[in-house]
């Protein structure tokens, strides 16, 4: 890791928190949302950007619009979507996608709060369709967890994907 100048965390915090993607990883893959959920903090935000691409040489001002947003979400719009997906009525996911997601480069360090960590991972989903096409999809996360009494949850992740422009025709994965 690199120094930061921040005192590092403990051993047994970054092996709890690293095994706590690996598990939230794996409640996704076998549609466990629920149990995902369990994962979250009443206050959880939930957010991805699109990024923009532009020439290095660029100087003009951003755009006045904005970043384009395609998840802002905290608890409520959480379990919204996955009564969504639950319902029946999403036929992109009717049989289910084959869908696995690698959980990689992960670095923990200590947060501005006691209790909390910030974890940056890398997660690449494997999604394949009854049409047979697949999509890879990756991203960089920047997640902040918070230690309860029954363990890490989830208290904000911000999520870069690797793409500037969606590459699919829908995203009903979670990252």
């Not at 051993?11 to 994962?39: I, K, M, N, P």
């Not at 909390?116 to 369709?129: C, G, K």
């Not at 500037?164 to 829908?170: C, F, G, K, T, Y």
Request: proline residues 3%.
């Amino acid at each position: 890791m690199l120094e930061s100048g921040v005192a590092p965390m403990s051993t047994e915090s970054v092996t709890g928190l690293t095994q706590r993607l690996y598990h939230e990883a794996r409640l996704l893959d076998a549609e466990r949302f629920e149990d995902w959920l369990e994962c979250m903090c009443n206050d959880v935000t939930y957010r991805m950007e699109l990024k923009r691409r532009r020439f290095r040489a660029d100087r003009s001002p951003p755009a006045a619009v904005g970043v384009g947003v395609v998840f802002n979400e905290n608890l409520a719009r959480l379990k919204l979507r996955i009564d969504r997906l639950r319902s029946g009525f999403v036929w992109a996911e009717d049989p289910p996608n084959f869908v696995r997601r690698v959980v990689s480069n992960v670095e923990v360090e200590r947060a501005d709060a006691e209790n909390e960590a910030i974890v940056h991972s890398v997660i690449v989903i494997h999604r394949n369709r009854i049409d047979g096409l697949t999509r890879v999809l990756t991203a960089g996360r920047s997640d902040r967890w918070r230690m309860h009494a029954d363990g890490w949850k989830l208290a904000a992740r911000e999520i870069a994907l690797d793409h500037a422009v969606l590459p699919d025709s829908n995203i009903n994965v979670f990252f």
